[in-house]
């Protein structure tokens, strides 16, 4: 037993000599805070790379869209049998624009389901409908879609190859409109017409009493205008500053009466200088002046 207790002693005391082929065991130097955060940082990362590239390759495939597709029909699917039906149209602020009209452009037939309407393409329709200037529309739950428009002023006639037009207020053609009804409007000619009209009476009415007197405005070489005033004289308004010439042409008219003249042209295109052209019964009186001297 004293034996064995000392041959044990004996071996754990012992330290042999390393031989020449053993390896020395060392411990690993541990991370540092710093390196363990990058590590837990690109591993997300990289997680969240292939989630990415996973989703993107489901979008491509048309897989999300086909689920939300799917899942959009089973709402309104579902929505329609719990009475999320259209069953009426109600439009607002029509005078011109007819209740077919309005159906025609929201598009939609009685009883189908309310949540399948587009209204952003209903509402497009509306505005080219040729009276609507403004539209809007809207759900209004179970089974109500409301519209409101609100229709162009009617601002002039445009002669157009021997044929009138009724202008809106934006200066678009209203189609198919009542001409008859509007016969007292300004009449407008010229390729370009349309689109000036607008600033032209908005000039035209700073000299009330002078507008109510002029039947028709021609564009004269998309630059100017002429005028034409009911008794047939034609007063030519320069390229520029032509608001200044009009309130000189009401100056003249209020001091002068100018329009009562026997006058064919009142010629305002040059500043500070008014030129003016007889009417042939003007210019035989004064020839026949002339032969009695």
Request: proline share 5%; glycine share 8%.
């Amino acid at each position: 037993m004293r034996r064995l207790t000392a041959a044990i002693r004996s071996m754990v005391t012992r330290t042999p000599a390393p031989k020449g082929g053993g390896r020395k065991l060392t411990r690993r130097k541990p991370w540092t805070r710093t390196s363990r955060l990058a590590m837990i940082w690109g591993s997300a990362a990289a997680a969240l790379a292939l989630a990415a590239t996973g989703v993107a390759w489901l979008v491509r495939d048309g897989w999300v869209d086909r689920q939300v597709a799917s899942l959009d029909r089973g709402f309104v699917a579902t929505s329609a049998q719990l009475g999320f039906t259209v069953d009426r149209v109600l439009a607002d602020g029509r005078n011109e624009t007819t209740s077919s009209q309005v159906l025609s452009a929201v598009g939609v037939q009685l009883g189908e389901p309310i949540f399948s309407v587009d209204l952003e393409a209903a509402r497009a329709r509306l505005l080219t409908l040729p009276w609507v200037a403004t539209a809007t529309i809207e759900r209004r739950l179970p089974d109500t879609l409301y519209v409101r428009i609100t229709e162009t002023t009617p601002l002039a006639l445009w002669q157009q190859q021997q044929k009138l037009h009724l202008l809106g207020g934006d200066g678009r053609v209203i189609a198919d409109a009542p001409i008859e009804r509007f016969a007292d409007l300004l009449v407008v000619v010229g390729p370009d017409a349309p689109e000036h009209a607008g600033e032209l009476l908005d000039m035209m009415a700073t000299q009330p009493e002078l507008r109510r007197r002029v039947t028709a405005a021609v564009r004269i070489g998309g630059r100017r205008w002429n005028l034409r005033i009911d008794n047939g004289i034609d007063v030519k308004l320069p390229e520029q500053n032509g608001a200044a010439a009009w309130a000189e042409l009401g100056r003249l008219e209020r001091d002068y009466g100018i329009l009562g003249r026997d006058l064919t042209v009142i010629d305002l295109r040059l500043p500070n200088q008014l030129q003016v052209q007889l009417a042939p019964t003007a210019v035989a009186r004064q020839k026949a002046k002339g032969d009695d001297t």
